[in-house]
């Protein structure tokens, strides 16, 4: 019941209430879903996993960053209980992950779900870009062509409008709620095609075809059709990353250098330019950022009110600046202790030594991760592979997120779930050791986050250098 209702509530925010209940979401039925899904949980949580991890501190801790940004920030202390909601939905992936999905068959249908997700939004987006794009030719006058353009828009909310390089328009691929920009989509789909590869089972060719071969090429035409730029360069991390076990670290940049310049000339990106010069609007903002960050830098300018205090009233595009700059390095800390403590343990796993099998490890009195009293069988080279996974997916979203202001979607808090889940899988079957003092992991942190701004710094001088 708990993990049904766990996919559901993932679903619903993924795709939206309307999309899932139609009619019935007049009625809050997400609500409903919700509440249930959190009394169901309740009976999970003694012994569980969410109290071993350190996430579940950094996921509190971010939390009351929020508020606390809002409390200083802006100075409005009824805003800061109402800046929770804006971290609670999202955060509570994390949990329900973890309470929930502790097996590889239920990691592989949050996989499936989200595959789901993706190809639902393609499916949708590749019917309007052939069925429903606005006829050719001038309107009969302004007022009738807004007009027009506004019915358009609302008529095909899978499609957006905006202008490329060239001056002509480009129809850019996204979802609705959580993915409702093309980015958005762009950094969830590179991040759900590692995890497909999950549903892969050796000597299996056709099963292999049908769940994992298809699906990933339709979702790399989605990634096309979104004309995301910060995809297309998650993408090429992505195939350096996973090529250069194989072939060496020169031969996947040559690979991605290849691929590159093959999607330009494939007008990847909708016409729009990947360059120090186009990316220079950026760059500004990231500076006017670290600026803000100096002016508040323990609980920044308030959650969502970066735009407000740049020159061109925009955020800054770029996950870590925007994480300091309206949390503060206070809120940076605990992103980054999420963020290290999911990678270090999905890194952990992905390289573990090649031994043979351990004998399972099981604390005293503490329930297996099945919750049948026997562990599923899953073998070393198995639990590294998924490891890897969660690696490239990381990579994805961290590579797409250097160029969004997201740092705080429930796709990060996903991800660190499964990381953990997988980490679980790994102590039970004594492949792995226990994980970090939690001492280490928050000293780690500190060093991390730090490093993240100075690594921004740095990065910027060097581009004022370059002009």
Known sequence: MGFVLSVLYLLVNYLTPPVVFGPLAQARVELITATLLFFVSLPKLQGSLIFKTIQTAAVVGIMFAGSFSVLFGEGWAGGALMALPNFLPSALA?????????????????????????????????????????????????DTRSAEAALWDREHPYLLRMGQDQGKQVYRLRGLGLINDPNDFGQLVVCVIPLVFI????????????????????????????????????????????????????????????????????????????SAESGSDRTALWSEGLELLKSHPLFGVGIGQMQEYTSEHLTAHNTVVVCAVELGLTGLYFWSLFLFASLRDSL????????????????????????????????????????????????????????????????????????????????????IAPRLPKARVLSYSGIFAISLVLLMYILLRLTNLMH
């Not at 090429?217 to 991390?237: P, Y």
């Not at 996947?252 to 330009?264: D, E, N, T, V």
């Open 199 to 274: 549903l892969w089972r050796p000597r299996r060719m056709v099963r292999n075809i049908v769940l994992v071969l298809l699906p990933v090429s339709v979702l790399l035409f989605g990634v096309f059709l979104s004309h995301s730029r910060g995809a297309l360069l998650a993408l090429l991390a992505l195939a350096v990353v996973a090529a250069r076990r194989r072939v060496g670290t020169l031969p996947a940049l040559m690979l991605a250098a290849g691929l590159f310049f093959a999607a330009m000339a494939l007008h990847f990106t909708g016409g729009r330019d990947i």
């Open 348 to 431: 952990a796993v992905a390289s573990l030594p090649k031994v043979g099998e351990a004998v399972p490890i099981a604390s005293e009195g503490e329930p297996s991760p099945q919750g049948t009293g026997e562990l599923e069988a899953i073998d070393r080279a198995e639990v590294k592979r998924m490891g890897r996974l969660v690696v490239l997916s990381f990579t994805g979203f961290l590579v797409a997120g250097w160029f969004l202001s997201r740092a705080y979607v429930m796709t990060f808090f996903l991800l660190g779930g499964i990381a953990e889940v997988v980490y679980e899988m790994a102590l039970q079957r004594g492949m």
């Open 94 to 142: 994390y949990f329900v992950i973890c309470l929930h999905c502790n097996s590889k068959k239920k990691l592989q249908v949050i996989v499936l779900m989200l595959l789901f997700v993706c190809l639902f939004v393609i499916a949708h987006g590749y019917i309007d870009l052939h069925q429903g794009l606005p006829e050719a030719g001038a309107s009969r006058d302004e």
